[in-house]
């Protein structure tokens, strides 16, 4: 699916930037929060396929609200009120044509929503809301939230961290050793707003309180909390659906109140309560280039060493290959106790990957082995399965202690590279009809 076009309007001086995608039954309006852009999400691999998950049961409407991204900017001493905020709702569904939709919620784009259902039923037929609240600080009847201080520290932090890998890091915790998706995320933060504008909006957002709507909430509502945010605890979460009549609460693993995998739940559930059916899992297939490595003699090496000794060597042996996986891009599909399964989307950097991990553990006093094979791959979750996942595990298997050795089809794709080959024969590979062509990395 490619990104679709971003068209605007007019609300009072300023223009509001939206998009239409998807031809669903339902009308799905999704408000996020300060830190998104309506354009970048779409360059980022989960967040895109978070929005392609939404439209696939939807016609799904999103924007920028004003102070945002694509949208007009709004100036850091005269934000807009919280029922201004919410003509921008209005504004996009009133442009997109739809009377009535379902909205979508998220972080501080849910008091907003909030409001708007409350002002508006009418016009909502269900609201979801993820990782919000409808106060910050804490008051003498909301024991839970950020103190005066906390909320003047915070945004501090904000001014002077926004944008970061490291501010970055602190909404996708989980993606600590995915550097590359954290600068992903940074850059949507420097694209939504600088560092002031962002601390002038959070120091407005933080000091709300729309708790006086939660009682005039007529949709179905659904609230949808991580477990672990030191952003938005999920004693918030509870609280709105003990107080939005009839509202269901389901608690989601983990930390990330970003787009990182946790929003592939988000979108079950979403699913779920707008349709009645929870999706089925889809099976997804692609082209890619899987690698298998192996240390060399790992049983004779753990009765050696002793069970700590091992236990030392492996985590030497994870660290290093981790490192040259992410140096190359590559993607850990699993473990297999004494070696990796990971895939690539281009074969080239797959075998200089093997060679710089096989390279790397020299160092620590092992030896491996790899195989590569290229082919069309099962995507289930993070998992990877079919015939090509076990075409490159028995080359791996078939590999010399510090050989690289791939399948012919591997050959083929990198013609050009200047890697070079040396003909291994043509081998039976257990359980795979036929004999393939198989070839070393020579050097």
């Not at 694209?191 to 729309?210: E, G, K, L, M």
């Not at 289930?380 to 012919?408: K, N, Q, T």
Request: proline fraction near 5%.
């Amino acid at each position: 699916m490619d990104a679709p076009e971003t068209r605007y309007v007019a609300v009072g001086d300023a223009d509001v930037a939206y998009q239409v995608v998807g031809d669903g039954p339902l009308d799905l309006l999704y408000c996020y929060g300060l830190g998104g852009h309506i354009e970048h999400w779409w360059q980022a691999p989960l967040p895109a396929e978070f929005l392609k998950r939404l439209a696939s049961f939807s016609r799904l409407l999103f924007f920028d609200r004003r102070g945002i991204g694509a949208s007009d900017g709004v100036p850091r001493n005269a934000m807009p009120t919280w029922e201004e905020w919410t003509e921008d709702l209005g504004a996009v569904l009133d442009a997109a044509g739809s009377e009535r939709a379902a909205i979508l919620a998220s972080l501080d784009a849910g008091p907003i929503a909030m409001l708007f259902a409350a002002m508006h039923p009418e016009r909502v037929s269900a609201l979801v809301l993820l990782n919000t609240c409808a106060r910050w600080m804490q008051a003498d009847d909301y024991p839970f939230g950020m103190t005066a201080d906390g909320v003047d520290a915070l945004v501090e932090m904000i001014r002077s961290g926004w944008g970061t890998q490291a501010w970055a890091l602190l909404g996708v915790p989980s993606a600590a050793d995915d550097p590359e998706f954290v600068e992903v995320v940074a850059r949507v933060l420097r694209a939504s707003a600088t560092p002031r504008t962002a601390a002038a909006q959070y120091n407005y957002i933080f000091r709300s309180d729309v708790r006086q709507a939660l009682a005039l909430i007529q949709a179905p509502t659904l609230v949808l909390s991580v477990s672990e945010s030191p952003f938005v605890p999920i004693e918030h979460g509870r609280y709105l659906a003990d107080h939005i009549d009839g509202a269901t609460f389901v608690q989601l693993p983990g930390g990330d109140i970003g787009p990182t995998r946790v929003f592939s739940l988000v979108a079950d559930e979403v699913a779920e309560f707008l349709t009645g059916v929870r999706p089925a899992v889809e099976i997804e297939r692609i082209l890619t280039t899987v690698l298998f490595t192996d240390i060399v003699g790992s049983t004779e090496r753990a009765a050696s060493l002793g069970d700590a000794g091992w236990r030392a060597v492996l985590d030497n042996h994870d660290r290093s290959v981790r490192e040259q996986i992410r140096r190359f891009r590559g993607q850990e599909i699993n473990t297999t106790g004494d070696g990796f399964v990971v895939s690539f989307d281009g074969p080239a950097r797959a075998i200089r990957c093997a060679q710089s991990v096989l390279k790397a553990t020299q160092g620590i006093g092992i030896e491996l082995r790899a195989g590569l094979h290229t082919g069309e791959c099962e995507v289930r979750g993070d998992d990877l399965g079919g015939l090509a996942v076990h075409i490159a595990a028995r080359v791996a298997a078939l590999a010399a202690p510090g050989e690289v050795l791939v399948s012919e089809m591997v050959k083929a794709l990198v013609t050009g590279s200047g890697i070079e080959f040396a003909d291994a024969g043509e081998r039976e590979l257990k359980g795979v009809p036929g004999t393939w062509k198989l070839f070393a990395i020579d050097g």
